[in-house]
């Protein structure tokens, strides 16, 4: 995911306060704030706006890490069953090759 001026990561676990599982990497030269928790809870009481407009961004990015989730649970579905299937074929060859 590309993220763009204005963008933010890390809101998840500052929010949730679940371990950080977004990590980025800078293409061009940028400016990074960087927050702690307790700081953007004060905040976020002070400026409600401002609580809605992450906690949205929250709901958002946790929507999106779902459809991931589960397109990588088809994936591996998939994955598993080609994978037994050819364990089966494979099995089925050598005992052809050995009768």
Request: glycine share 6%.
């Amino acid at each position: 995911m590309r993220l763009g001026e204005g963008d933010c990561f890390g809101e998840i676990a500052i929010i949730t306060g679940m371990p950080r599982t977004a990590s980025a990497i800078a293409h061009t030269n940028c400016i990074v704030l960087g927050l702690r928790r307790e700081k953007l809870q004060g905040l976020m009481n002070e400026y409600q706006n401002l609580r809605y407009i992450i906690t949205s961004a929250v709901e958002q990015r946790m929507q999106e890490t779902k459809k991931v989730d589960q397109q990588v649970v088809r994936r591996l579905t998939v994955s598993s069953r080609l994978t037994k299937d050819f364990h089966r074929i494979k099995t089925c060859n050598k005992l052809r090759q050995t009768t």
